[in-house]
């Protein structure tokens, strides 16, 4: 399972957001952002859900919610979707 700090700053990275804005549009700063995406600090559910939320990721929230690798998540959607789902290239 790669660590959830990646994910985090690819979902940013690819919402167009830099770590500024993610920190004003999570209400905390900056540096928390930073360690959130160098697996110094994990979120909270309702931060996990909210950063979620700002980045348009769902299918992230649900592996979060139900303990499942986000990886897995990914594969099976894109397999359903057939290669929607594209930003996350693992």
């Known amino acids: 399972m790669q660590p959830l700090g990646e994910f985090y700053k690819r979902s940013r990275k690819l919402s167009g957001l830099s770590q500024e804005a993610m920190a004003e549009k999570m209400f905390m700063p ?18 996990a859900a909210r950063w979620c939320q700002v980045t348009n990721v769902p299918e992230f929230l649900a592996a979060i919610l139900c303990g499942v690798d986000v990886n897995t998540v990914v594969h099976t959607l894109t397999k ?11």
């Open 80 to 90: 359903l979707i057939g290669g929607f789902i594209t930003y996350i290239n693992f």
């Open 30 to 47: 900056r540096s928390t952002i930073s360690k959130v995406e160098n697996d110094k600090m994990e979120l909270k559910v309702s931060d």
